[in-house]
């Protein structure tokens, strides 16, 4: 079956970096998408990866490699706004998105 | 302001009412979809229209009925609908669906309560 795992919640603290690990077994791969969910609105897009490497955008940088099933969002110098579910989703072969259950992110003051 | 508008933001319902859920996209996309979203779980995907044409039913209960008139609006007729249903459900659009980097572009979802 078609997986994608990532951890339920973490915590960090204001200022700091967070990693977000995100391990996928799918069935084709044709790209890998995060997105940023605060309780009760809308998923937001945030990154796509299809290659491997790191695609950096402002505060945020997604990572991938294909080779090893495995994404990692990484969130530099932390707010309290930064406080969300972050979803990650992995397009299979026929295009279909699977997705993980989200890692809700707790930023401490 | 999204760019997927979705109505109501809540909605409780007995299980012998019928009920519609609406969402319109802004965005000049051809694909939109209806998820399911419960807590601590995955997304489920229950249709995808493309180009107003039904190409994803994943195995949908019948109590759960879409409509797609034109691109830029989509329906979800709820019918005889059981707690378990109690879920929040998320409209999206975006570019036709299958290609492989258009993201989704999401509403801000319909937290239903089925009592």
């Known amino acids: 079956g078609q997986n994608i795992d990532q951890p339920t919640e973490m915590t960090a603290t204001e200022g700091a970096i967070v990693q977000i690990n995100c391990t996928y077994q799918t069935s084709g791969f044709n790209g890998l998408f995060w997105y940023q969910q605060h309780a009760g609105e809308a998923p937001t897009f945030l990154s796509y990866n299809v290659l491997d490497g790191l695609e950096e955008k402002g505060r945020f940088s997604s990572f991938l490699s294909r080779s090893k099933g495995y994404s990692y969002l990484l969130l530099k110098e932390l707010q309290m706004k930064d406080s969300a579910s972050y979803l990650c989703?992995?397009?299979?072969?026929?295009?279909?998105?699977?997705w993980g259950a989200g890692t809700k992110l707790i930023i401490k003051p | 302001e999204t760019g997927v508008t979705q109505t109501p933001r809540h909605l409780v319902m007995g299980m012998t009412n019928k009920k519609s859920l609406k969402c319109e996209q802004h965005?000049?996309?051809?694909?939109m979809y209806w998820y399911k979203q419960s807590a601590k779980k995955p997304l489920e995907l229950m249709f995808v229209y493309n180009f107003k044409e039904q190409t994803e039913n994943n195995s949908v209960p019948s109590r759960f009925s879409p409509e797609c008139p034109n691109s830029s609006h989509l329906f979800l007729h709820l019918h005889t609908l059981q707690p378990e249903d109690s879920a929040l459900y998320l409209c999206?659009?975006?570019?036709?669906?299958?290609?492989?980097?258009?993201?989704?572009?999401f509403g801000n979802g319909t937290r239903l309560t089925v009592t």
């Open positions: 965005l000049g996309h051809n694909a």
């Open positions: 989703a992995v397009k299979d072969s026929n295009y279909q998105l699977i």
């Open positions: 999206a659009s975006s570019q036709a669906s299958g290609t492989g980097s258009s993201p989704l572009h």
